[in-house]
């Protein structure tokens, strides 16, 4: 069993496209993040979600935006594509608190051309 | 979060054990001590954490200085499926869980 999950796991498209990346955790945390690794492989904090309340929103453009359907997922919607948005984007679950291990997805590798 | 300083690589013989350090001069009394790691293309894997004492789990060992001002994370005997990114991170006691990754240190372990 997959413990988090990511679809797509490679995604090409356009400029000024929109698009998803979807996540799953079948671990029962009640709280989600997604991350961002761009080319020169510095991981970043963009989001986290805790019972469907957004708790932390670093300095991401507005263009991106997680949308939580249930716990147990945390979609990121991306609109107007840039080239600058090439990158591999980590899923991640973890219960609430500094003491508990994140678990990450297998990422999913965006290709803006 | 209080920032930490780890060398960017370092080298391993397979079966061997291997001390990855790290520096957090200035971590606070409520800071935990995280270690993660990152194999090529897959994503960051928890290893271990503590606060005070030393840590031992299944997969490594967790050393901390007694003025917490630096911690060591130990793999008993390396093996080439250990080759990965190691990142030591400070996670504050009641914060919302967020990770600040560093550059953490590339392991590279020889046959």
């Known amino acids: 069993d997959t413990a988090v999950s990511q679809t797509p796991k490679y995604l090409v498209t356009q400029m000024g496209n929109d698009k998803s990346i979807k996540c799953e955790q079948n671990?029962?945390?009640?709280?989600m993040y997604w991350y961002k690794q761009d080319s020169k492989k510095f991981l970043k904090i963009m989001f986290s979600?805790?019972?469907?309340?957004?708790?932390i929103n670093e300095t991401v453009p507005n263009r991106f935006s997680p949308k939580s359907p249930d716990k147990a997922h945390l979609n990121l919607h991306i609109n107007s594509l840039e080239l600058g948005d090439s990158a591999v984007y980590f899923c991640?679950?973890?219960?609430?608190?500094?003491?508990?291990?994140?678990?990450f997805g297998p990422g999913t590798r965006l290709t803006v051309t | 979060d209080a920032k930490t300083t780890q060398p960017n690589s370092m080298e391993s013989n397979e079966e061997e054990p291997v001390h990855l350090p790290c520096n957090h001069s200035?971590?606070?009394?409520?800071?935990?001590i995280h270690w993660y790691r990152q194999l090529p293309s897959q994503g960051p894997e928890y290893v271990i954490h503590?606060?005070?004492s030393n840590v031992n789990n299944r997969m490594a060992s967790l050393a901390i200085a007694e003025d917490r001002k630096s911690s060591t994370l130990i793999l008993h005997r390396a093996t080439l499926r250990d080759a990965a990114v190691y990142y030591c991170?400070?996670?504050?006691?009641?914060?919302?869980?967020?990770?600040?990754f560093g550059k953490g240190t590339k392991l590279s372990v020889k046959p």
């Open positions: 991640a679950s973890s219960s609430r608190g500094a003491t508990y291990e994140q678990y």
């Open positions: 200035t971590i606070s009394g409520t800071d935990y």
């Open positions: 991170i400070l996670r504050l006691r009641g914060s919302q869980g967020n990770l600040i």
């Open positions: 503590g606060l005070t």
């Open positions: 979600y805790n019972n469907k309340e957004l708790i």
């Open positions: 671990l029962g945390h009640d709280t």
